[in-house]
């Protein structure tokens, strides 16, 4: 169904494809080049950069989880003139539009890394609120602390801006509505959920961490009632949904929940080019439908 418009918008954002490769699960990208064929995605996130480089936690960092995959790394990152100075100069040789991903433990931090990397040249920031791998309190759980970090980069950058936020929240309506009046582009629904697991031949927990990110399939119905709901709320608040897609049908319903376009994760770690057949599946999903745009399914499913 090659005549089924799939192309997307989030705000001011036009995609070719629906399709986004999140942030932490493509590296920086041009590490994935000879892995996978970017001209399936709309864009790609890179790994999320901080201010000053971050050694992340201690082995053992990552561990399946039932049919799911928990991950504690703690955004291990060289620091954003390290990232400006080696990754950046490479990014226009990858087929794909790269997003940079901005992340820290102060409202100036992030300030920080967002004008290094508009200045080095990215075009469009996503601001990482919600890794559940950092000590301390997560800005993407209260709505004003959302505030003041969506405000700030606003304030410093004129590139459009999408928040990541995190399913942990108590009232994902509240935040996503914080961040769009502080200046938010769109968000992204969602982040990890938090999550354990214990060894029982060891007694000791798999991560070194002990707590960290679960994602994968199980995380869809969750992220899925979070765009279902900020979409009902703000039906005019542009959404990247995000969590456990892996066919062309997920595409499809996080659609239909409200979401203009899809991020894809966990699926790389297993099947590194899943981008090309989730597109496909999308089209021949689309043209058994009946349907000419995707665009034209968003927020369908939602009901009153």
Same mark, same amino acid.
């Given at each position: 169904?090659?005549?089924?418009?799939?192309?997307?918008?989030?705000?001011?954002?036009?995609?070719?494809?629906?399709? @986004? #490769? !999140?942030?932490? /699960? =493509?590296?920086?990208?041009? &590490?994935?080049? $000879? *892995?996978?064929?970017?001209?399936?995605?709309?864009?790609?996130?890179?790994?999320?950069?901080?201010?000053?480089?971050?050694?992340?936690?201690?082995?053992?960092?990552?561990?399946?989880?039932?049919?799911?995959?928990?991950?504690?790394?703690?955004?291990?990152?060289?620091?954003?003139?390290?990232?400006?100075?080696?990754?950046?100069?490479?990014?226009?040789?990858?087929?794909?539009?790269?997003?940079?991903?901005?992340?820290?433990?102060? @409202? #100036? !931090?992030?300030? /920080? =890394?967002?004008?290094?990397? &508009?200045?080095? $040249? *990215?075009?469009?920031?996503?601001?990482?609120?919600?890794?559940?791998?950092?000590?301390?309190?997560?800005?993407?759980?209260?709505?004003?602390?959302?505030?003041?970090?969506?405000?700030?980069?606003?304030?410093?950058?004129?590139?459009?801006?999408?928040?990541?936020?995190?399913?942990?929240?108590?009232?994902?309506?509240?935040?996503?509505?914080?961040?769009?009046?502080?200046?938010?582009?769109?968000?992204?629904?969602?982040?990890?959920?938090?999550? !354990?697991?214990?060894?029982?031949?060891?007694?000791?927990?798999?991560?070194?961490?002990?707590?960290?990110?679960?994602?994968?399939?199980?995380?869809?119905?969750?992220?899925?009632?979070?765009?279902?709901?900020?979409?009902?709320?703000?039906?005019?608040?542009?959404?990247?949904?995000?969590?456990?897609?892996?066919?062309?049908?997920?595409?499809?319903?996080?659609?239909?929940?409200?979401?203009?376009?899809?991020?894809?994760?966990?699926?790389?770690?297993?099947?590194?080019?899943?981008?090309?057949?989730?597109?496909?599946?999308?089209?021949?999903?689309?043209?058994?439908?009946?349907?000419?745009?995707?665009?034209?399914?968003?927020?369908?499913?939602?009901?009153?």
């Amino acid at each position: 169904m090659r005549g089924v418009d799939v192309t997307a918008r989030l705000g001011p954002v036009v995609l070719r494809s629906p399709l @986004v #490769a !999140a942030s932490g /699960t =493509v590296g920086s990208v041009i &590490e994935f080049v $000879g *892995v996978t064929d970017f001209s399936h995605y709309g864009a790609a996130v890179a790994k999320s950069v901080s201010d000053v480089p971050w050694q992340g936690r201690e082995a053992p960092r990552v561990a399946a989880a039932g049919i799911g995959m928990l991950n504690g790394i703690g955004i291990q990152n060289p620091g954003v003139e390290s990232w400006v100075r080696t990754v950046m100069p490479a990014l226009d040789t990858v087929d794909v539009p790269v997003w940079g991903s901005v992340v820290g433990k102060s @409202v #100036a !931090a992030f300030v /920080t =890394v967002a004008r290094a990397m &508009e200045t080095a $040249g *990215v075009r469009v920031l996503e601001v990482n609120l919600s890794c559940p791998n950092l000590e301390g309190h997560l800005f993407a759980l209260d709505p004003a602390a959302s505030t003041e970090v969506i405000s700030a980069i606003r304030e410093a950058v004129t590139v459009p801006i999408g928040a990541k936020l995190s399913p942990n929240a108590a009232d994902i309506v509240a935040v996503a509505g914080a961040c769009r009046d502080a200046g938010a582009d769109w968000v992204v629904l969602t982040n990890t959920v938090w999550g !354990a697991a214990i060894d029982i031949e060891r007694r000791r927990p798999v991560l070194s961490g002990v707590v960290g990110g679960y994602s994968g399939i199980p995380l869809k119905p969750i992220a899925l009632r979070c765009v279902l709901e900020v979409h009902r709320a703000m039906p005019d608040l542009p959404i990247l949904g995000l969590g456990g897609v892996v066919s062309g049908a997920d595409v499809i319903e996080y659609t239909l929940a409200g979401a203009s376009a899809v991020g894809i994760g966990t699926v790389h770690f297993a099947e590194p080019r899943a981008a090309g057949r989730i597109l496909r599946e999308t089209r021949r999903l689309l043209g058994r439908m009946g349907e000419s745009r995707l665009s034209d399914l968003v927020g369908q499913g939602v009901g009153s």
